[in-house]
């Protein structure tokens, strides 16, 4: 089956080109690109007049539940949410459970993925054994089983050595290892910003300085050994300086920043609002601000979706109590996007932040609209004025804040490796 997609805004981030013209799929591969008709026949024709066509996203971390915690969702249930959200890549966090620690485990989830033909699985491998944070897991086997990068995801290492051993490995190997930065003992049993929200609510709090000095101990060591280190999800402004400083300076440092936290502020947890609960949690205004203004001038390489899909009832105790995380997979899109109406982004760069961006980061081949790079595209409908209903969301997990929010684009089509997936 070949398809012809005509007359579409073609944005392609990885090549620098945004044309009006033709994009043709054909045996899993773009066969054709430019504003001059193919010679060759299709077997359907498509016209997109006024909408986008864009590479797939890449999502720096989403987590579909499986192995482990398949209550709450799987690879088959978030494989039809991600490509209904135009994502046909995504990073795997390893604190799946048994966690990503063995090369036997990462052969798992990937044959897992394969089976219900999810989007393309870029693992990322245990740092430490069982995610322990005491002992260093078999980083050069990790990779050889497929592992694009290391990471010991949202758990701590208990030993500063052990942390620059690791980075010392990680660089001889010509790894990634990407770091949650939250100083544990800071953080304590927090659940929300420590800010006058949750000072009226009585809720334990998560400081500012919590992301700081995990921050700070993370690029001296890059300073040390020059290894490369990526940021997941910061959300501080004071973090946002110190990783544009370091860059400035010349460490390979890389950070990325979850969507919601370019929208929301601490206020959305007033009366106890368990979809405020997140990890990091969402701060104040002024810290919003400076991460949208980060990801404006590329001091933040990238956004991600940071899904965390959840059965109803982890949503329903207290506060505290309740599990933290998104349902976020198909608002990726429509939120990246809004920051282009909202003038944070022209709309390349706001391609470039979901696609070609996060895969340089995971050492992959920037997705692109080329002729001949593999048929993983995205039709945007960039006028599509639809409201978000979370009863309407494919993925297990249907926990979102921006429910009754009005969005203006639209994800109206998804090809994966050539076949038409959403």
Request: include cysteine; glycine fraction near 8%.
């Amino acid at each position: 089956m070949s398809i012809l997609i005509r007359n579409a805004r073609l944005l392609d981030p990885a090549r620098g080109l945004d044309v009006r013209g033709h994009l043709g799929l054909r045996n899993r591969c773009i066969t054709h690109f430019g504003d001059a008709e193919p010679v060759e026949p299709y077997d359907e024709v498509l016209e997109a007049d006024g909408q986008w066509i864009v590479p797939g996203a890449v999502d720096l971390c989403a987590r579909f539940r499986e192995p482990g915690d398949t209550g709450k969702a799987d690879f088959a249930s978030e494989t039809r949410a991600a490509f209904a959200g135009g994502i046909t890549r995504f990073a795997l966090p390893p604190d799946t459970r048994p966690p990503l620690d063995t090369p036997a485990m990462v052969v798992r989830v990937l044959r897992i993925s394969k089976a219900v033909r999810s989007p393309w699985v870029a693992p990322l491998g245990a740092l430490t054994r069982e995610l322990a944070g005491n002992a260093l897991a078999e980083m050069s086997a990790l990779k050889a089983a497929g592992c694009v990068g290391l990471s010991n995801a949202l758990r701590p290492l208990q030993d500063p050595l052990l942390a620059r051993r690791a980075l010392e490995y990680a660089h001889g190997l010509g790894l990634t290892i990407h770091v949650f930065p939250q100083d544990p003992a800071l953080a304590g049993p927090g659940c929300a910003h420590e800010g006058p929200v949750a000072t009226r609510l009585g809720l334990a709090a998560i400081p500012v300085a919590a992301e700081v000095a995990a921050l700070r101990f993370w690029i001296s060591l890059v300073e040390d050994t020059g290894a490369r280190v990526h940021f997941g999800r910061l959300s501080t402004a004071r973090g946002v300086e110190l990783v544009e400083t370091a860059r400035d300076r010349g460490l390979p440092i890389t950070a990325d920043v979850a969507a919601h936290q370019l929208f929301l502020t601490e206020d959305l947890i007033d009366g106890f609002n368990a979809l405020g609960h997140v990890v990091p949690p969402l701060r104040d205004a002024v810290d919003r601000d400076a991460l949208r203004g980060a990801v404006g001038r590329g001091a933040i390489d990238a956004v991600c979706s940071d899904h965390q899909p959840h059965e109803a009832d982890a949503k329903i105790n207290p506060f505290p109590l309740t599990e933290p995380g998104l349902s976020t997979l198909e608002t990726l899109w429509p939120l990246v996007l809004q920051l282009v109406d909202d003038g944070v982004l022209s709309p390349l760069a706001a391609v470039d932040r979901i696609t070609a961006a996060p895969a340089r980061i995971l050492g992959l081949p920037a997705p692109t609209l080329e002729a001949g790079a593999a048929a993983d595209v995205v039709m945007i409908d960039p006028d599509a004025d639809w409201t978000l209903q979370a009863a309407k969301l494919l993925s297990r997990g249907r926990h979102t804040p921006f429910e009754g929010w009005r969005f203006r684009h639209k994800v109206s089509a998804c090809w994966h490796d050539g076949v038409r997936r959403a």
